[in-house]
């Protein structure tokens, strides 16, 4: 048991590709910004920054169909499928800082669905890719409207992102909110109403 998980997580980091050429990078970076890689608490710090971000960038070896294949169902059901309020933790592609925050989705079915689990693996692998949230949350939309293509799709992302927060840009706390409505949840009032009160509606 614990072999074979060790191997696991072996092949984990071969996958992600950890071959050492970003660690090199970063120590040169460490001495750029005037510390001295060679102190003992930075001594591995390079490996675990290639790490860290080849696991923070994985998502760019996966792909929406992978993840969906074999978890497409038919069913019966014609009511509003929501899940609300799936972690999000990204990196933003202009300073490579992490924005997180709280992730939204629903679907109005038109003869299929798709295995619940799926849809935060779907938020995972595109938000383990350089971002921006808008476009983080216009690809969940279209991956789910691609592989079910029910009557609907909404997705609402609210993040907080460091790059504001930790540089002292102005409104530090403030969250960013964005939205993709297709199909039903564009065209009708009353479906992109009912999504929204239902995400707004705490401890439930
Ligand atoms: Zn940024």
């Known amino acids: 048991m614990t072999n074979k998980r060790t191997e696991e997580i072996e092949l984990a980091k071969d996958e992600a590709g950890a071959n050492g050429a970003i660690a090199a990078y970063m120590r040169s970076i460490i001495e750029m910004i005037g510390e001295d890689p060679t102190r003992e608490g930075?001594?591995?710090?390079p490996e675990?920054?290639?790490?860290a971000l080849r696991y923070l960038t994985s998502g760019y070896q996966q792909d929406a169909e992978k993840i969906l294949n074999h978890a497409v169902f038919s069913v019966c059901y014609d009511e509003m499928v929501v899940?609300?309020?799936i972690d999000v933790f990204s990196l933003c592609e202009h300073h490579v800082l992490p924005f997180f925050g709280k992730c939204h989705v629903a679907y109005l079915p038109d003869k299929k669905v798709v295995g619940l689990s799926k849809i935060p693996r779907l938020v995972n692998m595109f938000s383990r890719r350089l971002q921006i949230q808008e476009r983080l949350t216009n690809q969940i939309a279209?991956?789910?409207?691609?592989?079910i293509h029910p009557l609907g799709v909404g997705v609402v992302i609210?993040?907080?992102?460091?790059c504001m927060a930790m540089?002292?840009?102005e409104k530090q706390r403030s969250e960013a909110v964005t939205s993709a409505m297709l199909g039903a949840f564009r065209d009708n009032v009353q479906t992109r109403q009912e999504f929204l009160a239902l995400i707004n509606r705490r401890g439930v």
């Open 42 to 45: 930075l001594r591995r710090t």
């Open 48 to 51: 675990r920054f290639e790490q």
């Open 83 to 85: 899940l609300k309020d």
């Open 142 to 147: 279209h991956a789910i409207q691609d592989s």
């Open 167 to 169: 540089r002292g840009v």
């Open 158 to 162: 609210e993040a907080r992102h460091l």
